[in-house]
């Protein structure tokens, strides 16, 4: 089976947060619930990364929008605001949560590598936790170079190998921990038991996720070679999959996300 075809099957069969949102899909409450989610959960402590007041009145561009959390705040902040997904259930619910909370917005369903924009479009574009899930990163990011205006900003995330995805030794301590204390509902089952990094970040989206790739933050540069990188910064600690986590403070929440955050956040510019 072709490899971007096996990604859209998996992710049509699989949209972020369906296995942890029990809603009615296309209510209100349902969008409410996925909204908390993604940025007091997941992005708690980069909502800075994100520029969503200074995006006023600049056309925005999401690649990967999944359920449209970021769309519909890019949206109430009174961007232009665009997005893609490769897979129609994606389309489908950020188009219709626009609707539903009567905000304005483009969706289009369309390969991250093959994008139908012009050159030179976008004042802003974000891919958070998508690239690193497609048949070449490369390709992404090239698009991504493309459809940037001249002095236009990206705010990318991809997975990073952090020290306890360098090391074999910390890595098998962090398996370990994993077994311990992970409470992951639904596609995390059996990511503890993952045999090496690249595994991990593999299945860490479900156990029959097609592509996941981890980076070092040197391949990171070399990915992003054509852009000037303003700003580099790990986060990504979802700590809703661990036991107790309900009781552990901001404090420490903030240390895991610092130091042990599954991704780094590339904020980088088209020169001009």
């Known amino acids: 089976m072709d490899e971007l075809k096996k990604i859209k099957d998996y992710w049509e069969r699989s949209p972020i947060f369906d296995y942890e949102v029990k809603e009615e899909k296309f209510s209100k409450v349902y969008y409410e619930k996925v909204d908390d989610i993604y940025f007091n959960n997941n992005n708690p402590f980069n909502i800075h990364l994100f520029h969503f007041d200074d995006c006023r009145d600049k056309t925005v561009l999401e690649i990967g929008c999944g359920a449209g959390p970021a769309v519909r705040r890019y949206a109430r902040s009174g961007a232009r605001t665009f997005a893609i997904d490769l897979t129609k259930i994606s389309v489908e619910r950020t188009h219709k949560s626009l609707k539903l909370l009567n905000l304005k917005g483009n969706v289009l369903q369309s390969d991250a590598a093959f994008l139908p924009f012009k050159d030179n479009s976008f004042d802003y574009v974000l891919s958070f936790g998508v690239l690193h899930h497609i048949p070449s990163t490369e390709e992404g990011l090239k698009e991504v170079h493309r459809v940037l205006k001249p002095g236009g900003k990206a705010l990318i995330a991809l997975y990073y190998r952090h020290i306890l995805l360098r090391n074999m030794l910390l890595f098998g301590l962090f398996r370990w921990v994993l077994r311990s ?91 001009s």
């Open 181 to 271: 204390f992970l409470s992951a509902p639904g596609e995390r089952t059996g990511l503890q038991f993952a045999d090496t990094p690249e595994e991990f970040v593999r299945m860490y989206d479900g156990p029959d996720n097609p592509i996941g790739r981890v980076y070092s933050k040197d391949e990171m540069n070399n990915l992003f070679s054509a852009f000037k990188i303003v700003n580099m910064e790990q986060h990504g600690a979802p700590i809703r999959f661990l036991f107790g986590s309900k009781y552990m403070p901001t404090f420490l929440h903030k240390l895991i996300d610092r130091y042990f955050g599954l991704c780094l956040c590339i904020e980088a510019e088209k020169p």
